[in-house]
């Protein structure tokens, strides 16, 4: 099966895996700050913070701005189910707004409209969390732009988009949000195994996400509440959790991170190679905004909904492994539990109807892509 996503592991990767094994750290030495480190440079922002996922990320990013019972957050319907749960982990509750089916990403006059109705209904969100849907980027500066008036915050949900830029700065700096959540899940763009990172520019909630992520333990004496503290002494601040990300897992991103931009350069030439087949062609797909260069994650045509299960199974049969990204939130039967329904948001159900996910990775080749091609044409009717 050629699969839709796929690491790239190479020797210098495991190398670096197997020093970091032999070395005295297995968690909490200096390979994780110094992935940080990188990470921070990359994306031309004060911090970046490693931990365990980015659902992990996620959590920690709701919990430092503390949304709690009584609080609404909002995502798109759009996206994997963590962008949404991670409100529910803080006992806040979720709503969506309608995507726009050209880019699969949150339309900005859906979110014009659904907060005029909310600041009537005083139920405006605390929290506001678009998804950089395929690698390029949401459209923050009119999200920025729209929210303003009120007090809402924001979380890029970049699980996607690593080494994407928008507007010609990096994803991940973190200008028109308060944080930038990536993953390195294997399928993503570079791989920790699992692992997430979230950036910000503000130095009081990167010290709050530090506390978090370990327990809510802190070891600076100067951030301690007791004076002249023993030298064995810490203190816990806040209810954390562990969601600390291992040397190993770390050893790896910055291993992984040296090839960031020959990763993204090989996925924007495959999408362009894509994008040339279906020229002219009953094959449409998802488009990249003005003002992005996306990480290219994930490839997305649109067919016709008839045809879309029997072409999916038909790829599959033909050792092609085409997804589907994603099942509306609000369609899980846990969601509908919570009072959503089918129907609710039209567009993202219409766009859903319509994807099928084609491989793309570092690894497919160009032979491998032109057989997926001439698959699909020969199965279209
Ligand atoms: C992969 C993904 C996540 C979760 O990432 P993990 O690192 O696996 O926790 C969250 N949101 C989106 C949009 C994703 O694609």
């Excluded at 701005?65 to 806040?92: H, I, K, M, R």
């Excluded at 200008?175 to 979230?198: N, Q, R, W």
């Excluded at 085409?322 to 993202?348: D, E, M, R, S, T």
Aim: charged residues 15%; proline residues 7%; contains cysteine.
């Amino acid at each position: 099966m050629i699969p839709y996503g796929r690491q790239d592991i190479q020797p210098a990767d495991i190398d670096a895996v197997i020093e970091v094994l032999q070395s005295d750290f297995l968690t909490q030495g200096p390979q994780v700050p110094a992935f940080e480190t990188r990470i921070a440079t990359l994306c031309d922002v004060p911090y970046a913070l490693a931990m365990s996922s980015a659902t992990a990320a996620l959590h920690l990013a709701c919990l430092a701005l503390e949304v709690g019972p009584g609080d609404w957050v909002w995502t798109v319907p759009n996206t994997f189910v963590a962008s949404a749960n991670c409100a529910l982990y803080c006992q806040a509750q979720i709503d969506f707004v309608d995507i726009d089916i050209t880019t699969g990403m949150l339309c900005p006059a859906a979110l014009e409209q659904k907060l005029k109705t909310a600041a009537q209904q005083n139920r405006l969100p605390k929290v506001i969390i678009p998804v950089h849907f395929g690698g390029a980027s949401a459209p923050m500066q009119q999200i920025a732009e729209l929210v303003r008036p009120y007090d809402i915050k924001i979380i890029e949900d970049a699980s996607h988009a690593i080494g994407g830029t928008y507007l010609a700065q990096p994803i991940g700096q973190a200008i028109y949000s308060d944080f930038c959540v990536f993953s390195f899940h294997p399928v993503k763009i570079v791989t920790t195994a699992e692992g997430g990172v979230l950036t910000t520019q503000d130095t009081q909630l990167a010290k709050q996400i530090e506390l978090l992520r370990s327990h809510g333990i802190t070891r600076e004496p100067e951030l301690m509440q007791k004076e002249n503290p023993e030298p064995w002494y810490y203190e816990q601040q806040a209810l954390g959790l562990n969601y600390r990300m291992t040397e190993l897992q770390a050893a790896l991103g910055k291993s992984q991170l040296t090839r960031l931009n020959q990763y993204v350069t090989r996925r924007n030439e495959l999408a362009a190679r894509y994008k040339a087949a279906f020229s002219g062609t009953p094959i449409s797909y998802l488009e990249v905004p003005q003002g992005c260069y996306s990480a290219y994650h994930l490839f997305v045509i649109q067919v016709p909904a008839e045809l879309r299960e029997t072409l999916f199974k038909q790829m599959r049969a033909a050792g092609i492994g085409v997804n589907v990204h994603y099942i509306p939130v609000h369609w899980q039967p846990y969601y509908q539990a919570l009072g959503f329904y089918k129907g609710q948001f039209p567009q993202a159900e219409q766009y859903y109807q319509q994807a099928i996910t084609l491989p793309l990775h570092p690894r497919l080749t160009e032979a491998q892509q032109d057989f997926i091609v001439k698959r699909l044409f020969s199965l279209l009717p």
